[in-house]
Every structure is written in C-alpha cells, then in structure tokens.
C-alpha cells in the first residue's frame, strides 16, 4: 500500500527500478506495465569482486521489455583488485555480452574500505578508468557514505562531470531532502524506497523530475 501511495504523487515525473538479482523480460515488462520501471539500473559488478553473471542478461531482458533507457552499477571490491581492473572487466564483459547500457553508476557505500586518501585514490582511478574507456559514468551514493569514505568536501568526480544518484529511503519522491556535498549541488536521481518487492521480483524504487536528462541511453 505504501508503494502504491507513493506511485501515485509522482505520475508527471519518471520513475525506474534498480536491481541487483537477475530480472526476467517478463517481470520487467509487468514493471513497466505498472508505471514504476521507466528506467533500470542493472547490478553489473559485485562487492566480491567479480562480474555479476547475471548484469549483462537483465540488461539486455530490460531492453526487451521495451524499457528505453538501462544502465548498470558497479560495486567495487576495494581490497580484491585495483580500480580500473574491475571498470574495464564490467565494460568489457557488458560489451562482449552484446548488453547495451547507457550509463555506468559506482557504487560508493560504506564497504570495505580504507583510509580516505587511499579511498580518494581509488575513486579517481575508477572515473578515470571510464573515461579511457569511453562510457558516460556517474556516483551512487549520500552524504553519510560520502563524508565517512572520502570526505563530505572532496569533489573529483563532480569536478569530471559526473552526476550522482543518491540514497534517501523517505518515501518521498523529491529532491527537497538533498542536501550539497562532493561538489554536487542537485543530484540527478533518488533512490526513495529500498527492498520491495513488486511482480515477484525485488527493486528499489528511485525518481526524478519529467524533462530532466537524470539517465542515458547512449548505446556502449
């Protein structure tokens, strides 16, 4: 009940689903069906350091669902391998998958990691990474994690052009709850409500304004 209420107060903006299961082309298409999976967010790197086996063919279900713009997350593994091993291994593994992406999202929560500079060092060496690489990118995250990790004031990839998606689970599809840190002073989609279940399948609800440009659909 409280998804459906939610759903309702935010019909002229768009809202997506990101995943870190395998999803199937039918429950996206009941998603899609149902108003909340305008967008998909696809787990393509795992917190174990490897590719997720699974991230390339929810991508590519995703898009046959008829769900215009996908892209995927990277969870790093701090301690398994250097930063851009693991950029370059879901690139590349997406990319021999066939699985079209829009956008590349690193996930930056509190997981394993180290002292801030060293965790500053593994950032840039990510972003940097992408960029070699071609892909548009931008930063998961919130100001706790954020602040904890690296330092509420340092701004590198904002500084490179990368937005941020963050985390507030309010059940409010707004922007108003944001406050500014790494640089960013508006972010380009919240994730509103975590670990639901909708047509059989686990997501997390996330939003952003109508008209806004918040996910891509250039294909990699």
């Known amino acids: 009940m409280r998804v459906e209420a939610c759903v309702l107060t935010i019909a002229a903006a768009v809202t997506g689903v990101d995943v870190s299961q395998p999803i199937s082309e039918s429950a996206f298409s009941c998603l899609k069906r149902a108003g909340t999976a305008e967008f998909a967010i696809a787990r393509v790197y795992q917190s174990t350091g490897y590719v997720d086996p699974n991230g390339a063919q929810t991508i590519k279900n995703a898009r046959a669902a008829g769900i215009k713009y996908v892209d995927g997350y990277v969870f790093p593994c701090v301690p398994c391998a250097n930063a851009a091993v693991q950029v ?16 590349l999202w690193y996930d930056i929560e509190t997981f394993r990691w180290g002292s801030q500079s060293s965790n500053r060092a593994f ?18 995250t919130n100001y706790n994690n954020w602040a904890t990790i690296v ?20 059940g409010s599809a707004s922007f108003s709850d944001f406050g500014a840190f790494g640089g960013w ?3 380009n989609i919240k994730q509103y409500l975590g670990g639901h279940t909708s047509c059989g399948v686990g997501v997390d609800y996330n939003w952003y304004p109508a008209g806004e440009d918040a996910v891509d659909d250039v294909v990699v």
């Open 88 to 103: 370059r291994a879901a690139v590349d593994h997406l990319r021999s998958a066939g699985a079209v992406f829009g956008m």
């Open 123 to 140: 950032i840039k060496e990510m972003v940097d990474e992408g960029k070699k690489l071609g892909i548009k990118a931008g930063i998961y």
């Open 185 to 187: 002073s508006r972010p």
């Open 151 to 170: 330092g509420a004031g340092w701004n590198y990839p904002a500084s490179q052009g990368l937005p941020v998606w963050y985390a507030h689970y309010d």
